[in-house]
């Protein structure tokens, strides 16, 4: 029904940025909940942000003031900015969407941050 495909990832340098974007296609209705969350090695899968079709927005509070999500409703994708990034950041980024009340998931795309 729906389909997932992530892009963005990569390596970069602690306090760079990246811009992770997830595009859905497929029998699409109306998306209610878009997000990212992550999974770093040896670690549980968690919630990075999300953002509901009326543009609220939460986020990890360690990512706050520093990642932004946002979506384009009409193209069916979300993004996540993510700027002064941290080794700590360095994770599977998996994008999710939720369209009634399912949950979609992206296959991941890989993000390390290290000097």
């Known amino acids: 029904q729906v389909q997932l495909v992530e892009s963005g990832g990569g390596l970069a340098q602690p306090g760079a940025s990246l811009r992770l974007s997830c595009a859905a296609s497929?029998?699409?209705?109306?998306?209610?909940?878009m997000g990212w969350y992550r999974q770093a090695p040896a670690k549980q899968r968690e919630l990075v942000a999300a953002t509901t079709r009326a543009g609220m927005t939460n986020y990890a509070d360690s990512v706050k003031g520093r990642f932004t999500i946002s979506r384009d409703n009409a193209k069916n994708t979300v993004s996540l900015q993510m700027n002064s990034l941290k080794p700590e950041d360095t994770a599977v980024y998996y994008c999710?969407?939720?369209?009634?009340?399912?949950?979609?998931w992206g296959q991941g795309t890989q993000v390390t941050v290290s000097s």
């Open positions: 497929g029998r699409i209705g109306t998306i209610t909940i």
């Open positions: 999710k969407v939720l369209l009634n009340n399912v949950a979609y």
